[in-house]
């Protein structure tokens, strides 16, 4: 009888210790970084061994969290994303959060003037790198069935604040932006686009002129007005922030800073050169502001055909109805630009 009660006993106090070895393997603390939180970014299609390699550091037993992980089956389906792991953390909540909580972040789009600097930038937020974000605008397919061209597929980027997942590929990143833009064009900005004659990347490309001219948004719909009103009457716009593209793209060199547009300049073969071509230029020169593209499909009515910055108010402009009003007013700038050695 002592013997049987002896058995019993050693049999429930085994059973007691993997009960309480298999909860300590689940539920006890298993994360030794310092700090309060760590990021880990697991990639698409990562493996077993390459998770488990990525996330040891971070634990103090990797071989409990293998075990555990096993036992949920989640080495069977890894998901990809961005994860917020805390300190204290169980392998119990590690697993919860690997399955099911892919942090967002906040991607800001603020103007780049081209698309290879979107790429490259975006490329640092998301998974996707720049070689496919770009791959992915230039499709052939897309920009037929988008009635875009490369110089102009940067059109489709509205820049704001757009809420992403880290482990969004090129082309989720491309259709995202499209579907942005078509939200963004609404009846009410087509019907404005119609009022002016322009297609939605016509006026995104008129507003990245706006948005280089001006940094005053209150003067915005003022220097749309002038363009709109050379572009009625078949004037060239001779935007000198297009000739000052012109120039960075000729030299490779987009990082260069030009303060003053020299008559030589004008002169530069670009199909991006108002000086040069009739209308507007080939694609966009910036990605433009919200406000310069408002300020196009709500350009001020007047009858303002020229003007140059105004050396009283910096940033802003002097308007001219007629051109010997306005070589008058560009003399003082030119004498301003003088006084102060501004030559490039």
Do not use: C
């Amino acid at each position: 009888m002592k013997s049987r009660w002896s058995l019993i006993f050693v049999v429930f106090t085994m059973v007691g210790l993997l009960l309480g070895t298999a909860y300590w393997l689940v539920f006890a603390s298993n994360t030794k970084f310092e700090n309060e939180y760590s990021l880990l970014f697991v990639e698409t299609e990562t493996s077993e061994e390459e998770l488990l390699a990525q996330i040891s550091p971070l634990l103090k037993s990797s071989a409990s969290f293998r075990w555990v992980a096993d036992q949920k089956k989640y080495l069977e389906n890894i998901k990809p994303g961005r994860f917020v792991l805390y300190q204290g953390m169980s392998n119990n909540d590690l697993i919860r959060v690997l399955r099911s909580e892919n942090k967002p972040i906040d991607l800001v789009i603020s103007p780049f003037e081209r698309i290879e600097e979107v790429a490259g930038y975006v490329s640092r937020v998301i998974e996707a790198d720049s070689t496919d974000i770009l791959e992915a605008f230039y499709d052939p397919d897309f920009l037929f069935q988008t009635k875009l061209r490369p110089e102009n597929v940067l059109s489709l980027i509205i820049p704001n604040t757009y809420e992403v997942y880290w482990n969004t590929s090129a082309v989720q990143y491309r259709n995202r932006m499209l579907k942005e833009n078509r939200d963004y064009w609404n009846e009410t900005r087509l019907a404005k686009a119609n009022e002016i004659k322009l297609s939605p990347s016509e006026v995104y490309t008129l507003a990245s002129i706006v948005s280089k001219e001006s940094v005053k948004v209150d003067e915005r719909p003022i220097v749309a007005g002038v363009y709109l009103n050379r572009l009625k009457k078949n004037m060239k716009l001779q935007a000198d922030p297009t000739v000052v593209y012109s120039i960075k793209q000729y030299t490779g060199n987009f990082d260069t800073i030009i303060r003053r547009v020299l008559y030589r300049d004008l002169r530069l073969e670009s199909p991006y050169n108002t000086y040069k071509v009739d209308g507007l230029p080939i694609g966009p020169i910036t990605m433009p502001e919200m406000s310069a593209i408002e300020a196009v499909l709500n350009a001020q009515e007047h009858s303002f055909l020229y003007f140059v910055a105004d050396v009283e108010r910096p940033g802003y402009h002097n308007f001219s109805k007629t051109l010997s009003e306005h070589n008058q007013k560009r003399r003082v700038y030119t004498q301003w630009l003088n006084n102060r050695n501004i030559r490039r």
